[in-house]
């Protein structure tokens, strides 16, 4: 691995099976940026305990996300990957950066306001959890960080978290962006107006592990609208379509569709055709890597030890800066 190159760092919480808009906003362009910078793929196990969950999945759960970073392309030689919760720097450095975080930047965050609105009185977890997200990146000093659409405020406020300790401190961080132009937000394929997410049951989403039939359901069956037109539901069809059938087949579905010559049942046969296909490898791959899990073992060992190295490192220097050695 080459230090000279810039990092990048992106997470994804262990919360249950993958869905096409996580790989899709997160797993696919870091694959795709992995010979350009040195990057950091974490399972953010801290993060997933800010919500409900069930202690005795957690571990399976963990296991599959590393699962599908793999089989989804990222490769460990050139990667390193680890479980956020074996480098506990990322508490520490969170707890440095939540003494020049104001509460009401935190306030302000939709996850937060959407989190009080559900459970009316949120955990602390939950209100703090776009500090650690800062300190997960800034750990590394991170510069990229590919995530989706719905990660944008999070983003800023690590930036603005960056900028205001080398303001306080001295110059430590290098200020940390989305790498990806047009951050992806795919929509539940059930209800187009909200993002897929896990939360909304699995006919919002399409899982990475769903078979060919469940696929074709789910898409056959996705709201667009009667006549043809660019509902909420047909734009996310075509998005879906841009990202995973090759560009020809994608400007003949648009230009059928701008001369009203194209039909929804069409539109979601090809792109249930192109999903199952692209899904395919990644499904085969995870199958192999469950029979080899002493690798994966091996991998996590490897991934965490590079990790806890750079990530005191940074601790070091941080609390040189702040006074505290
Ligand atoms: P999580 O696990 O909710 O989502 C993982 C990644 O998937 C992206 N994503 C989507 N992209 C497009 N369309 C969608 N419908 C969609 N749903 C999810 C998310 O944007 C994310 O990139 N807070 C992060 C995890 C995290 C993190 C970090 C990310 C913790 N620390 C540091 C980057 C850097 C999250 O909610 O992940």
Redesign the pocket.
């Known amino acids: 691995m080459n230090n000279k190159k810039q990092r990048l760092?992106?997470?994804?919480?262990p919360?249950g099976s993958l869905h096409i808009?996580?790989y899709?906003?997160?797993i696919l362009p870091a694959v795709n940026r992995q010979d350009e910078y040195d990057s950091f793929l974490c399972v953010?196990d801290l993060?997933s305990i800010t919500k409900p969950y069930e202690p005795k999945d957690l571990r399976d759960q963990i296991k599959g996300v590393v699962l599908d970073y793999i089989a989804g392309g990222i490769d460990p030689d050139k990667s390193t990957l680890f479980i956020q919760s074996h480098v506990p720097q990322h508490c520490e450095l969170m707890w440095l950066l939540n003494t020049i975080t104001p509460v009401g930047e935190l306030q302000r965050m939709i996850q937060y306001k959407e989190f009080k609105e559900r459970f009316k009185e949120p955990q602390g977890g939950i209100l703090n959890y776009p500090i650690l997200?800062a300190a997960?990146?800034l750990l590394y000093k991170g510069e990229a960080?590919p995530?989706?659409?719905?990660?944008t405020q999070?983003i800023e406020l690590m930036r603005d978290l960056a900028k205001k300790f080398n303001r306080m401190f001295g110059d430590t961080f290098p200020i940390p962006k989305n790498t990806i132009q047009n951050p992806?937000?795919?929509m539940s394929m059930h209800d187009p107006d909200k993002?897929?997410?896990k939360s909304l049951g699995p006919k919002s989403y399409i899982a990475i592990s769903d078979n060919p039939d469940t696929i074709r359901k789910k898409i056959m069956s996705a709201v667009t609208g009667t006549d043809i037109a660019m509902t909420a539901g047909t734009k996310n069809l075509f998005t879906l379509l841009e990202q995973v059938a090759p560009k020809d087949t994608y400007n003949h579905m648009y230009e059928k569709f701008e001369n009203k010559d194209l039909q929804y049942s069409e539109l979601k046969a090809v792109l249930a055709d192109y999903m199952v296909e692209f899904v395919k490898p990644i499904q085969e791959k995870r199958a192999e890597l469950e029979n080899n899990l002493d690798y994966i073992a091996s991998i996590l060992a490897e991934g965490s030890e590079r990790a806890r190295k750079i990530a005191s490192e940074t601790i070091e220097e941080v609390k040189q800066k702040m006074g505290l050695m």
């Open positions: 760092f992106t997470g994804i919480q919360t808009g996580n899709l906003g997160a953010v993060h997200m997960d990146v960080v995530v989706g659409d719905d990660q999070h992806l937000r795919i993002k897929m997410s």
